[in-house]
């Protein structure tokens, strides 16, 4: 399993400092999922001893599975959408199927923000749709 020995190595080599900064070096790199996967491995990559400096509050893992969710759903979405020809991945069309392409993408998206429950996720939901389109 070498990407466990690479972690391995990291720790023996860092563990002279500060855990926390290293951590928090780790989720500016790789973005907010960062922390929580270096949590999840923390056992594996430290002694027994070293208690993990970063604690979750039973809300943030609740939301933070809730935007796994919804990242994994969005994906599921837009794997149909270029399954079925209909948005490529990545959204580049050739020009003249913009119109048709375009009236599919709002479709969906629209159909997309309202399974959010609340304004918040719906805002949520909107602001995450790839393909934003242009305003008119």
């Known amino acids: 399993m070498p990407r466990s020995n690479e972690f391995q190595n990291l720790a023996m080599r860092y563990r002279k400092f500060n855990t926390t900064a290293l951590i928090d070096a780790a989720v500016s790199a790789a973005g907010n999922g960062a922390r929580s996967y270096i949590v999840s491995r923390w056992k594996h990559v430290t002694p027994a001893t070293?208690?993990?400096?970063?604690?979750f509050s039973r809300e943030e893992l609740e939301l933070h599975g809730s935007e796994l969710e919804l990242v994994e759903g969005l994906g599921e979405v837009l794997r149909q959408l270029q399954n079925d020809n209909l948005i490529?991945?990545?959204?580049?069309?050739?020009r003249e199927d913009y119109e048709?392409?375009?009236?599919i993408n709002?479709?969906?998206?629209?159909?997309f923000v309202n399974l959010a429950e609340s304004e918040q996720q719906r805002a949520l939901y909107s602001q995450i749709w790839p393909y934003q389109g242009r305003e008119r």
């Open 88 to 94: 490529p991945l990545g959204g580049m069309v050739p």
């Open 100 to 103: 048709q392409v375009s009236h």
């Open 50 to 55: 070293t208690p993990c400096p970063v604690q």
């Open 106 to 111: 709002n479709h969906v998206r629209e159909t």
